[in-house]
C-alpha cells in the first residue's frame, strides 16, 4: 500500500496532499444536502475516498501522483458507492459551479491581455506589458523542424492562462502545458 503525498493541480503544479481538503469538501456536500453534518460519516467517507485513492495509484506503474480531478473523480464515486447520493449531487453541482467560475475567469483574463494588456514580472522583478509576439517567436523557435505544429493555436491557448503580473517563468510552464 503507498500513502499519497503529492497531488498535481490544474496549473501543472505538484503540491503536498492534504486529506484535509477532501474531508472539507464532502462536509461541505454533506451539509448543503442534509442540512447538518454527520461528522462520523463524514470522516468514514473521507477515509474510504482516500483508500480508493491509494488503491488506484498503487496498481499504476509509472505517474503516481493524482490530479486534482482525478481525486475529485474518486470521492463522487465514493459518495455514490456508499449510497450517498444526495451528498454526491451537491459535490457535483460545487464541481459544475467551481469550473463555470474557473472558465469565466480564464475568459476574462484572456480578453484583458487581448484589449488592454497585461505586465509580466521578469526574474529580475522589473515589470513589463506582455508581447505576444515574444512568445509567438518562443513558440516557432521550439517547433523548429517539428511538422503539424499550429503555433497560432498555442499562442491562443497560452495566452488564455496568463494573468496579471504572471512571472516568465510561469508563463514557459504555461507553454509546456498548452503543448502537451
Known sequence: MINISHIRKRSGEVVPFEAAKIRKAIRGAYLDAK????????????K??????????????????????????????????EDFHDVAKSYIIYRYEHQKERKKKKEQAAKKVEEEGIKV????????SFSEEKLRTSIKKFAEGLENIDVERLVKQCRAELYEGIKTEDIQEALVLVTR
Open 121 to 128: 514580472t521578469k526574474r529580475s522583478g522589473k515589470k513589463e
Open 48 to 81: 474510504k475516498a482516500v483508500q480508493h485513492l491509494e488503491d488506484r495509484y498503487e496498481k499504476k506503474k509509472e505517474d503516481k501522483v493524482p490530479s486534482v480531478e482525478d481525486v475529485q473523480n474518486i470521492v463522487e464515486a465514493t459518495l455514490m458507492e
Open 35 to 46: 442540512g447538518s453534518v454527520n461528522q462520523v460519516n463524514v470522516e468514514d467517507l473521507t
